[in-house]
């Protein structure tokens, strides 16, 4: 098996934990496994076990705010590439993205053989062209890669997602474990409930006696969605720290954005808030127990929006507070797979 591999997943801190089970498949047949992540990821990469070396590098074809592509970034990444002496490279892409742009750049480093999920005609930039029939979940996609590939994971791995330990103490932050999270942030605002369903959840979620934390980026949402209930960690956490919170809670209520992948990575349960915008084969929370809420078939299905097409944003704010909290009671109680 190759010595010296690369495996390259260039976008958000969800996806790249979804990555997880293909790198440690690498990472079973090689000797030294580099991430390659774009800047929103490189978080996660360094969570990932298996990865040795992580390295960084905007795409403009994959980041969702591109810097110009020019000369002398590029060539900043090939020198980088060159000097890692690679002996083989996985891109590992979403359906709506190509691998050919990275393949380009990995070919003029002089990466000798290169794996990609790729539809489109390669040429001379793959040496495996892999195609996936079906839609399975993204992480069984990816793992799909790195065993056409010729890895797979060693005896004993469960192919679940997986952090590296030990995560931080948070017990300052969140308090002793046994609380319930509520994040209630996405990348983009059509995955996200609005601010005041958010509180009534909260609310609701506190008034049945569970202790709860609200997490997340974004302080005046956090603020809103915690009012007088909740305990509020917006902005507090870096990303091993929320991953330590979300560890130590019975559940955790999120819409589909990279905390709820977070969370099934250290196995807790997911109350899945999932808006339809994006398929729920492919992005629900992946190897945990979790509940998907929210209609699965309103106009926004499958649309790829970042903002709500339609008013009222029902396909997440229909979902009733009662809903939620019998969903989190049936997932802590084990009556939900």
């Known amino acids: 098996m190759t010595r010296r591999v690369l495996v390259a997943r260039m976008d958000s801190v969800g996806d790249v934990l979804l990555a997880g089970p293909c790198v440690r498949a690498v990472a079973a047949g090689a000797d030294h ?75 003029l480093a002089g990466v000798p053989w290169i794996g990609a999920i790729c539809d489109d005609y390669p040429g001379s930039l793959l040496d495996l062209r892999h195609r996936v029939p079906g839609d399975p979940p993204e992480a069984l996609r990816m793992l799909s890669l790195a065993r056409a590939a010729g890895y797979d994971l060693p005896a ?3 192919g679940r997602l997986r952090l590296k330990r030990p995560l931080p103490d948070v017990t300052a932050l969140a308090g002793p474990p046994g609380y319930v999270v509520m994040h209630p942030g996405a990348s983009v605002p059509a995955r996200q409930p609005t601010a005041a369903w958010a509180a009534i959840v909260t609310r609701t979620v506190a008034d049945a006696g569970h202790r709860v934390v609200v997490t997340g980026s974004e ?26 919170v979300l560890g130590g809670a019975r559940g955790v209520i999120a819409p589909n954005t990279g905390p709820a992948h977070l969370a099934a990575a250290v196995g807790t349960p997911v109350v899945s808030l999932f808006a339809p915008v994006v398929p729920a084969a492919r ?40 809903q939620v909290l019998t969903a989190l009671t049936e997932l802590t109680s084990g009556g939900v797979s």
């Open 33 to 107: 496994v580099t991430l390659l992540a774009g800047p929103r990821g490189r978080a996660a990469a360094e969570l990932l076990p298996g990865v040795d070396e992580v390295l960084t590098w905007c795409a403009p074809w994959i980041d969702p705010e591109p810097p110009p592509l020019t000369a002398p970034s590029v060539g900043a990444l090939l020198g980088r590439l060159r000097d890692l002496e690679l002996d083989a490279a996985l891109v590992l892409t979403s359906f709506h993205q190509s691998p050919l742009p990275l393949a380009l750049l990995l070919r």
């Open 156 to 158: 004993g791995d469960d």
């Open 219 to 244: 302080k005046e949402l956090t603020k809103a969605a915690a009012g007088d209930w909740a305990v509020d960690l917006g902005g507090a956490t870096s990303l091993p720290e929320l991953a330590a």
């Open 283 to 322: 992005w629900a929370p992946f190897g945990v127990r979790a509940a998907l809420l929210g209609d699965q078939h309103a106009p926004c299905r499958n649309s790829r929006a970042k903002v709500c097409p339609v008013p009222g944003h029902p396909c997440l704010d229909s979902i009733t507070p009662s």
